[in-house]
């Protein structure tokens, strides 16, 4: 059976969700096979864990390029491993790293590329990808016609479900093409304790109707009582009041979780370009004809400062 490459997304020695969630959608369209890049003395524990997903082989690669070096090392990497096994596609996380590294692979391949998938099945001719485009208003259905396929696929797009196979370890020698940004100092990102906006399964955001930074309180209250990332609305960020890292929207980060809450967030459509494909939406805002409420699948009229915690409350039982 063809064998479907996922790039492993690795951090600190795990292996992150949406990984998890490719090898799952890879099991749809062929036999999925691990790479797994830069992991150091991970590389073990890293492959176990893409075996417990289904990967039948992890193919395995180390140096000091992929940690010194932005994006072309993995791009090296990836295009000969793809090129060895003559892979039947080529599966990347939607992440600015994974669309860079996809973009680059696909035109050193000669392949097609799909950007930003929401869902994949097998077709006759290969891969089906769903996109969800124009600020979500449209489902779109692709199929690339020359070589193989690289897709990348936006976090959540599909629960990742274990399915144990061999990941038999393949160690590859990989030539360097050089030319790479070379990063001179790293800055750890000083971490919330949350999860990672873009991947995570809850995401609650707040928008003007929290009224001022010290209202993101309740909001946060409810994110923790529900393991969820916290987002906000433009708004909400232009006002100084939470990160510009926490936007969400056509200019801030799109997200897909199974859960989206957004508290005095109107519904613009510039916001929902962020968050629309998201599987279930709740809506809190005092306002009965706020836009919002055309999109949800649950709708609470009531001003936040007294929905939230009362959610928070049952939250936490
Ligand atoms: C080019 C461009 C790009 C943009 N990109 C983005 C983007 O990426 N993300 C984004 O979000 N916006 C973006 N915007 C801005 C967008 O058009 C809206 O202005 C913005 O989303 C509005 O944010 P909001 O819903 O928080 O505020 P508002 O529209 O002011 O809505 C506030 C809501 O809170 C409700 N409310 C008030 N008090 C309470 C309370 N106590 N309890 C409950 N509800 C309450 C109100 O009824 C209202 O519905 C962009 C705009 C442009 C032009």
Redesign the pocket.
């Known amino acids: 059976m063809t064998e479907i490459l996922v790039l492993v997304d690795h951090a600190d020695g795990q292996v992150r969700k949406p990984a998890l969630e490719l090898l799952t959608l890879a099991r749809r369209l062929g036999t999925p096979a691990a790479v797994v890049l830069g992991a150091g003395d991970n590389a073990a524990a890293i492959a176990a864990k893409a075996a417990e997903y289904g990967a039948a082989t992890v193919h395995t690669a180390d140096a000091p390029e992929f940690t010194a070096q932005l994006v072309v090392p993995k791009v090296d990497a990836l295009t000969q491993i793809a090129q060895a096994t003559e892979a039947g596609a080529v599966l990347v996380t939607s992440s600015g790293e994974g669309k860079e590294i996809a973009a680059r692979v696909a035109l050193r391949l000669g392949s097609g590329l799909i950007t930003d998938a929401v869902d994949l099945e097998a077709g006759a001719s290969g891969p089906v990808a769903t996109q969800s485009v124009f600020a979500a208003s449209f489902q779109v259905k692709s199929t690339v016609t020359h070589g193989a396929p690289v897709i990348t696929v936006k976090p959540n797009a599909v629960a990742p479900e274990p399915a144990p196979a061999a990941g038999t370890v393949q160690a590859v020698e990989v030539a360097f093409t050089g030319n790479a940004a070379t990063v001179t100092a790293r800055t750890p990102r000083v971490s919330s304790g949350r999860p990672e906006l873009t991947e995570a399964a809850i995401v609650v955001?707040?928008?003007?109707?929290?009224?001022a930074a010290e209202?993101f309180g309740v909001v946060e209250d409810l994110a923790d009582a529900l393991g969820a990332a916290v987002g906000?609305?433009?708004?909400?960020?232009?006002a100084g009041w939470y990160p510009h890292t926490n936007?969400?929207?056509?200019?801030?980060?799109q997200v897909s979780p199974q859960l989206y809450i957004?508290?005095?967030?109107?519904?613009?459509?510039?916001?929902r370009?962020?968050m629309q494909t998201s599987k279930t939406i709740v809506a809190?805002?005092?306002?009965p004809e706020?836009?919002?409420f055309e999109l949800v699948d649950y709708g609470i009229v009531?001003?936040?400062?007294?929905?939230l915690p009362q959610l928070t409350a049952q939250a936490k039982g």
């Open positions: 955001s707040g928008g003007r109707g929290v009224g209202g906000a609305s433009r708004a909400a960020v232009d936007q969400v929207g056509q200019t801030g980060k957004a508290a005095g967030i109107s519904g613009a459509i510039q916001h370009a962020g809190v805002n005092k306002d706020a836009p919002i009531g001003d936040l400062f007294t929905v």
